[in-house]
C-alpha cells in the first residue's frame, strides 16, 4: 500500500514555469513505476508523463514533449514535474499515480495507487 499526495500546482500566465511535486508514503516509491496524469473539466484523465522504478526510462504525451520534466527522488521518496512554457490548455487537476508492474505504463488502468490531486490554471 502506498500513499500519494500532490502539491504545487496554482495559478500561473502562460509561458510560466511550475514544479509539481508527489510526496509518496507506506512504501518507497522505488518498488514502483511512477506517472502524472491531468483531467481537464468535461474531459477523460490522461498521462502527461510516466518514469520507470529507477528513473532510466521515461515516456512523455506528445503535447508536453519538450515542455516538461518527470524525474523522481527515490531517497525522498518523491515524484516530480517541472513543466515549462505553460499554455492555457494545460490547465487541469493534475494526478500522481504508482503502479506495480516493470514496464513503464500510460495509461489509467495500469496504475494502482492515486493521489488526490493538484489544480493548475494557466491564464492567458
Known amino acids: 500500500q502506498v500513499q500519494l499526495v500532490e502539491s504545487g500546482g496554482r495559478l500561473v500566465q502562460a509561458g510560466g514555469s511550475l514544479r509539481l511535486s508527489c510526496a509518496a508514503s507506506?512504501?518507497?516509491?522505488?518498488?514502483?513505476?511512477m506517472g502524472w496524469f491531468r483531467q481537464a473539466p468535461g474531459k477523460e484523465r490522461d498521462i502527461v508523463a510516466a518514469?520507470?522504478?529507477?528513473?532510466?526510462?521515461?515516456y512523455y504525451a506528445d503535447s508536453v514533449k519538450g515542455r516538461f520534466t518527470i524525474s523522481r527522488d527515490n531517497a525522498k521518496n518523491t515524484l516530480y514535474l517541472q513543466m515549462n512554457s505553460l499554455k492555457p490548455e494545460d490547465t487541469a487537476v493534475y494526478y500522481c499515480?504508482?503502479?506495480?508492474?516493470?514496464?513503464?505504463?500510460?495509461?489509467?488502468?495500469?496504475?494502482?495507487?492515486w493521489g488526490q490531486g493538484t489544480q493548475v490554471t494557466v491564464s492567458s
Open positions: 499515480a504508482a503502479n506495480k508492474g516493470v514496464l513503464l505504463a500510460t495509461t489509467t488502468r495500469r496504475y494502482d495507487y
Open positions: 507506506g512504501r518507497t516509491n522505488s518498488a514502483y513505476g
Open positions: 518514469i520507470s522504478r529507477g528513473g532510466g526510462s521515461t
